[in-house]
């Protein structure tokens, strides 16, 4: 297989990738293995070999006599990776014998966990470990700062073991800087009768060497494997630079400007964060105040502008409406569609169409509306037909900002289509819609299920995506099973079905001959 990127380094970007040829949109760019994965630095006790969460009791590995473990049965099999490796067990041992180590210490620093598994590195794997060290840290920045501070107890728990020459406060600082920087977030595995799983974060050394931008051109997959697997998410012409979008597309430029300057330390200066419009969606923006028409944007200088009555507002005075409205929605109950309804309608008043506080609460009112249609045995087509409609609100924003392939747009059109059908399927048997009617509707789904599975297809199947996926072929299956149905039906009536829009061209040419 010929090499899909190289790397390269700018005064700007430090290392970076580039397209080595013409990549299309689905095809696999790298694939890579943690270098080192862990819980979060506040995490609670979680099991040191497979990171479930200990709630109330544990074992200590029969061998080391260190490290905690799940108790009764032992972690559930199978599984992924053995975290507790052979070679830590061993170094486990001997730290207790030399340093005192025992369960209790490890109990009270497994914050610290993630950063004494990558220092191992530098005894296990002197080759990947020379790697990590060449990750961007920004460690000029965080000298002294409270990020500094909060590491100080991992420095501390680090230094007490003394585990090899030449460990100091700065090189385990170092370390938690190139984890801050350049970690990911993985998916911890499925706690047993929840169903959730915890975050931990991974760092992959080939994959951290992507480039920000809040436009990306990949999309990005982790395995319950931990196998991470980069695909073009569009195409990208051989010699562009591949990004990776670190924060989160549907919230605004505020927000994503603050979370990559907190914790990646640059002021990011893409196309759409030097937009006041942001592509044209007026996701931060808000309804001008004065002439209640247009919408008050930020410009470059900070300041606001409605594009209508032209008025210019302060920042703190704009600051101070969006942060009320988003003080509002952490209150309100996010399960109960009501309380989102009543507060779509009343930020609706103050936010543009498109603001990033109405994406996110007509999301929750979609999968609110989702569970609702999935729990009752006959659910109004009211309550479809609002779903429908949020969906195809939010779809159009998703695509601006998130083009080509995109696993928040394939859920979208996914369920898009599940509720087209069964309203569709709701008329059909209420004699509300012809056979006509009901194969119009169903060709309609087809087209939103058919776009989701070509972006599912390269989830990984043991992910809640893949199974997705997995479902989603299923129900083309039998949506295809109906269609052919419903045709037959058309048929045996003596009819022929001529989709809508050969219908609407017909009509057309009878008006005009
Ligand atoms: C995950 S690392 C990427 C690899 C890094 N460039 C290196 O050489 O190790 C993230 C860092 O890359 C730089 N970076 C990435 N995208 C950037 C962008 N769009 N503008 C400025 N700096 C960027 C920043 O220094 C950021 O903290």
């Known amino acids: 297989m010929s090499a899909r990127y190289e790397v390269r380094r700018s005064d700007k970007l430090g290392r970076y990738l580039i397209a080595a040829k013409d990549l299309k949109a689905g095809e696999k760019i790298l694939s890579d293995e943690p270098f080192v994965l862990g819980p979060n630095s506040d995490t609670s006790l979680v099991c040191h070999n497979c990171y479930l969460p200990l709630i109330s009791k544990f074992i200590v590995c029969k061998n080391c006599a260190v490290a905690p473990l799940c108790p009764g049965d032992g972690c559930p099999q199978p599984l992924a990776y053995n975290w507790h490796t052979n070679t830590e067990c061993e170094f486990f041992r001997t730290l207790k014998l030399t340093k005192g180590?025992?369960?209790?210490?490890?109990?009270?620093?497994?914050?610290?966990?993630?950063?004494?598994?990558?220092?191992?590195?530098?005894?296990?794997?002197?080759?990947?470990?020379?790697?990590?060290?060449?990750?961007?840290?920004?460690?000029?920045?965080?000298?002294?700062?409270?990020?500094?501070?909060?590491?100080?107890?991992?420095?501390?728990?680090?230094?007490?073991?003394?585990?090899?020459?030449?460990?100091?406060?700065?090189?385990?600082?170092k370390v938690c800087a190139a984890v801050d920087v350049n970690s990911f977030d993985v998916r911890g595995?499925?706690?047993?009768?929840?169903?959730?799983?915890?975050?931990?974060?991974?760092?992959?050394?080939?994959a951290s060497l992507l480039a920000h931008d809040c436009i990306g051109?990949?999309?990005?997959?982790?395995?319950?494997?931990?196998?991470?697997?980069?695909?073009?998410?569009?195409?990208?012409?051989?010699?562009?630079?591949?990004?990776?979008?670190?924060?989160?597309?549907l919230k605004g430029t505020t927000l994503r400007q603050q979370h990559l300057l907190v914790g990646k330390y640059f002021k990011c200066t893409c196309l759409r964060c030097t937009d006041s419009t942001e592509l044209g969606t007026y996701i931060s923006s808000i309804i001008c105040p004065e002439c209640k028409i247009g919408l008050?944007?930020?410009?470059?200088?900070?300041?606001?502008?409605?594009?209508?009555?032209?008025?210019?507002?302060?920042?703190?005075?704009?600051?101070?409406?969006?942060?009320?409205?988003?003080?509002?929605?952490?209150?309100?109950?996010?399960?109960?569609?009501?309380?989102?309804?009543?507060?779509?309608?009343?930020?609706?008043?103050?936010?543009?169409?498109n603001h990033y506080l109405l994406l996110e609460a007509k999301q929750r009112l979609a999968g609110v509306l989702r569970d609702l249609i999935n729990r009752e045995p006959h659910p109004t087509k009211k309550v479809m037909r609002r779903k429908i409609q949020l969906c195809n609100e939010l779809l159009p924003i998703i695509e601006k900002l998130v083009p080509g392939i995109s696993r928040t747009k394939a859920i979208t059109m996914y369920e898009l289509h599940a509720t087209m059908v069964q309203l569709a399927k709701k008329k059909f048997d209420g004699r509300e819609i012809t056979g006509s009617g009901y194969?119009?509707?169903?060709?309609?789904?087809?087209?939103?299920?058919?776009r989701a599975l070509e972006m599912l297809f390269i989830e990984p199947g043991n992910s809640p995506e893949g199974e997705l996926c997995a479902k989603a072929l299923e129900e083309y299956r039998a949506l295809k099973a109906t269609i052919n149905s419903v045709l037959d039906g058309i048929h045996a009536e003596g009819k022929t079905y001529v989709n809508a829009a050969d219908r609407e061209e017909h009509s057309q040419a009878q008006a005009v001959a």
């Not at 595995?189 to 080939?206: D, H």
């Open 439 to 450: 194969m119009d509707e169903l060709l309609n789904a087809e087209v939103f299920l058919k």
């Open 217 to 249: 051109n990949t999309h990005m997959a982790i395995n319950d494997n931990n196998l991470l697997v980069c695909h073009a998410s569009i195409n990208i012409k051989k010699g562009d630079v591949i990004y990776f979008n670190y924060s989160d597309p």
């Open 296 to 353: 008050v944007s930020m410009g470059e200088n900070g300041d606001w502008k409605c594009n209508n009555c032209k008025k210019d507002y302060a920042q703190s005075y704009i600051g101070k409406k969006i942060q009320s409205c988003s003080d509002k929605f952490d209150v309100i109950n996010k399960k109960d569609e009501k309380e989102l309804e009543e507060y779509i309608r009343n930020v609706s008043l103050l936010l543009a169409p």
């Open 189 to 206: 595995p499925q706690i047993p009768a929840i169903g959730c799983s915890e975050i931990l974060r991974g760092v992959y050394l080939k």
């Open 101 to 173: 180590l025992n369960p209790m210490i490890m109990v009270q620093n497994v914050g610290s966990l993630l950063i004494f598994r990558a220092m191992l590195k530098k005894k296990t794997d002197p080759q990947a470990w020379e790697e990590f060290m060449e990750l961007e840290t920004h460690m000029e920045k965080r000298k002294n700062t409270s990020i500094w501070q909060y590491y100080q107890n991992t420095v501390q728990f680090i230094e007490s073991l003394d585990f090899f020459e030449g460990v100091d406060v700065n090189l385990v600082q």
